[in-house]
């Protein structure tokens, strides 16, 4: 029972038609998405939805290292996907950085750019 609430609160957060385009959209699996999701949800200002450059290198560096390329290719990252160039990216955004920075080819990285 307590299975069924936790996926009807994660589903209120993240609904179905969401994780279907970010699927398509990223060639990660719907569970790879909703762990993305924790993580953002854990890293993202509060009740904003967003996630600025700051937390977005955190992020990175904790998942890749921390020497400075590292740095600057996360700060590249989020700059191309801060579309808005209001110093945020949302969820799907994040998702699709998330994916390009763990491709192993190059070239199949750009193709979701």
Request: glycine content about 6%.
């Amino acid at each position: 029972m307590g299975d069924d609430a936790s996926k009807k609160q994660k589903s209120a957060a993240l609904r179905d038609p969401e994780i279907a385009v970010l699927k398509a959209n990223s060639n990660l699996s719907e569970k790879e998405i909703e762990e993305l999701y924790d993580e953002f949800k854990e890293l993202d200002a509060p009740g904003t939805g967003r996630m600025n450059k700051e937390q977005f290198i955190k992020f990175y560096t904790q998942i890749a290292g921390s020497d400075n390329e590292l740095v600057l290719v996360a700060d590249n990252v989020f700059a191309v996907f801060d579309t808005n160039h209001d110093g945020t990216i949302d969820f799907s955004e994040f998702v699709l950085a998330e994916a390009i920075g763990n491709k192993k080819d190059p070239d199949s990285a750009l193709e979701l750019s």
